[in-house]
């Protein structure tokens, strides 16, 4: 036996592994394209096979295709769906426009698996009855299997994504609640400001995030119109009338998605804007998260050194050489993720600019880049919340140390003293390392009765005029 077997497509005969389901086709793809090293994600194979099932049904159904040819490939197409024949899934993400070389991998593979059911195996001398493009393709196009296949993948990971990002405000949202009693400086370019309690500061990461959430399910509803039925420019050519309308139909019965038909498939042919305000909306939450890892580093620095008024949870040692040193490793993860993440958002802009009349043929790394998104986002934000925030410890006392320390509490003297007399107490705070209480009385400013009222912190990060009335200098 040898360890290749002959197939052939409209240029000739080609070698291809005696064990693969994939055909000439992707064959070539894997000798053209040997350029990244990585496979299509799970989510772009499952899109495409779901497209592939559903038409076998609504061909069969419009009386197109043979009915034991259509079970067939309805078979082989659900063990795709299944993940059973993934590793037959081999074409770099880096290949030929639009993406013929993915959907012909997808096609081979499903019209090979389902000669095999009809007794035809993979080294049949016989003609095999189910042929890749006029059976498995029929009434497709790689230039509408694509784009739809983009839309459903992501569609088939958005809840799961949306749960991860849920979690993650459920959790900060509790310690927001826990620590909303501690009272602690707030800081404002880097510098002291007025004071916010611990709750409060916390609680707006989630508020954040939260409004992501929603940011991300109004972007996606976009993706829910399909354009399959377009065929190759969105005339619908060699499609049956009905095609459109029952292939929408069936998809959704299938993914259990909420789908609607295109209004116009020219368009969705052409443009990729759903894509791109998806992928924006993804790079919203991005920044976001960097953010708030950022504020957990500085918050956690030191533990000696830094403001130290959080500890991460000790996951693993934090240098090779420095005994005991401990890292925001989680934090610091999060925020390559993002960035990736963010990276992964311009390609994709990029990619869909670059669409020139009836197709984008950027449509490959549109797909790539927004399912690595998902993962990437996916994994990054659930290890942070489960890792770090989850175990993130407030250090109340230091929490408070600073705030005593804080000249910036005299702002809430500003309706009594004035604001130039404030910034001289500030200053004479600073230089002198005292007390905003000690130098306000020092200077005859206020009664010791008038500023321990005024100087109630918990009042101050309640809003309103806590030091009586008058102006502010």
């Not at 969105?234 to 009905?242: F, R, V, W």
């Not at 998809?251 to 609607?260: D, K, V």
């Not at 802009?349 to 197709?359: D, F, R, S, V």
Request: glycine share 8%; hydrophobic share 45%; net charge negative.
């Amino acid at each position: 036996m040898t360890d290749f077997r002959i197939e052939k497509d409209s240029l000739g005969e080609v070698r291809v592994p005696a064990g693969a389901y994939y055909g000439a086709q992707t064959q070539r793809a894997v000798e053209n394209f040997p350029v990244s090293g990585m496979k299509p994600w799970p989510a772009f194979v499952w899109s495409m096979a779901t497209i592939k099932l559903a038409a076998a049904k609504v061909n069969r159904d419009l009386g197109l295709l043979d009915a034991k040819m259509a079970e067939a490939i309805i078979q082989a197409a659900q063990e795709v769906i299944d993940g059973k024949w993934q590793a037959h899934f081999v074409v770099d993400p880096f290949q030929a426009g639009a993406g013929t070389s993915h959907n012909m991998n997808v096609n081979e593979v499903i019209a090979n698996r389902a000669n095999e059911i009809l007794g035809f195996p993979l080294d049949s001398k016989e003609k095999k009855p189910v042929n890749p493009n006029d059976h498995v393709n029929m009434a497709q196009s790689t230039n509408d299997t694509i784009p739809t296949a983009i839309r459903l993948g992501v569609l088939w990971r958005l809840n799961e994504l949306i749960d991860t990002l849920q979690h993650f405000v459920d959790v900060v949202s509790a310690k927001a609640k826990e620590w909303d009693d501690v009272v602690k400086t707030g800081r404002t370019h880097l510098q002291d400001a007025v004071p916010v309690r611990v709750g409060q500061e916390v609680g707006a990461w989630a508020k954040a995030i939260e409004r992501g959430i929603e940011k991300l399910k109004f972007a996606a509803e976009g993706l829910r119109r399909l354009g399959i039925g377009g065929t190759a420019a969105g005339t619908g050519l060699n499609a049956h009338p009905e095609y459109h309308a029952r292939m929408v139909t069936t998809l959704s019965e299938l993914t259990g998605l909420t789908l609607y038909p295109s209004d116009n498939l020219f368009e969705s042919m052409q443009s990729m804007q759903d894509a791109v305000f998806f992928s924006g909306a993804m790079r919203t939450l991005a920044q976001d998260f960097t953010r708030i890892a950022n504020d957990v580093r500085l918050l956690s620095s030191g533990p000696t050194t830094g403001l130290a008024e959080m500890t991460c949870p000790p996951v693993q040692p934090g240098s090779s050489i420095m005994p005991g040193k401990v890292n925001p490793v989680l934090a610091e993860m999060l925020n390559q993720a993002m960035f990736h993440i963010m990276g992964n958002d311009h390609a994709v802009t990029l990619c869909a600019q670059a669409g020139q009349l009836e197709l984008n043929v950027m449509m490959p790394m549109i797909a790539h880049n927004l399912n690595e998104m998902m993962q990437v986002m996916i994994g990054a934000v659930r290890a942070f919340t489960d890792k770090c925030m989850v175990g993130l410890v407030l250090n109340k006392e230091q929490a408070t140390a600073w705030l005593a320390r804080n000249p910036i509490l005299v702002t809430a003297l500003n309706p009594i003293i004035g604001y130039n007399n404030g910034a001289a107490v500030a200053k004479k705070s600073l230089a002198e390392g005292k007390s905003v209480k000690e130098v306000v009385l020092e200077m005859g400013l206020m009664s010791a009765e008038e500023l321990d009222k005024a100087l109630d912190v918990y009042a101050m990060t309640q809003g309103g005029i806590h030091a009586g009335g008058g102006g502010g200098g």
